[in-house]
Antibody, heavy 123, light 108 residues
């Protein structure tokens, strides 16, 4: 079974750093891009960026460029989303999602999704 | 960035109803469109890709159509488990991939 399992909920203070993870299993991790998607409380889905786990090449949404860093460790089939200095406005649910098609194809819809990681930033 | 606009943003319906949700792209996206269902507290679930291809395991009462800028998701006979929020997503042009704002389907 293809599966993405994310790390657990986090409660942080403004200014703190954080890295959350997304571990893939049941497929060739380096053959499919991974994207990160934000969902603020009561709001819709926002694409943040993606990574090619085979070479760690990344693309970011202009809205998130410079605010977060996406990385991957292919040796343990895990992608990461990282903040160096959290803000209260980063409070949200964060999902990782696998691109459905292999890298280099047009299959850039998302399936499956991780279960989500709730990040709460509060003083 | 391509803007995706769904309509309506929310509406009420009854089990057994036929419902249609519309998604409009700000520019042509061919058939590079997916639909997702999200239930409260859960991750989105893929329903349809390539505008009209039903994902494996998704009930056949769901269908998608359209190309270019105008797309629809139709549920032919609403079941209780279909009350959820639905999102469209374009993957024609990136970055960024973009989602519609969502359509919340509630029980009448």
């Amino acid at each position: 079974e293809v599966q993405l399992v994310q790390s657990g909920a986090e409660v942080k203070k403004p200014g703190e750093s954080l890295r959350i993870s997304c571990k893939g299993s049941g497929y060739s991790f380096t053959s499919y891009w991974i994207s990160w998607v934000r969902q603020m409380p009561g709001k819709g889905l926002e694409w943040m960026g993606r990574i090619d786990p085979s070479d760690s090449y990344t693309n970011y949404s202009p809205s998130f460029q410079g605010h977060v860093t996406i990385s991957a460790d292919k040796s343990i089939s895990t992608a990461y989303l990282q903040w160096s200095s959290l803000k209260a406005s980063d409070t949200a649910m964060y999902y990782c999602a696998r691109h459905a098609g292999r890298t280099g194809t047009t299959g850039n819809w998302f399936d499956p999704w991780g279960q989500g990681t709730l990040v709460t930033v509060s003083s | 960035a391509i803007r995706m606009t769904q309509s309506p943003s929310s509406f009420s319906a009854s089990t057994g109803d036929r419902v249609t949700i519309t998604c409009r792209a700000s520019q042509g996206i061919s058939s590079y469109l997916a639909w997702y269902q999200q239930k409260p507290g859960k991750a989105p679930k893929l329903l349809i890709y390539a505008a009209s291809t039903l994902q494996s395991g998704v009930p056949s009462r769901f269908s998608g159509s359209g190309s270019g800028t105008d797309f629809t998701l139709t549920i032919s006979c609403l079941q209780s488990e279909d009350f959820a929020t639905y999102y469209c997503q374009q993957y024609y042009s990136y970055p960024p991939y973009t989602f519609g704002q969502g359509t919340k389907l509630e029980i009448k």
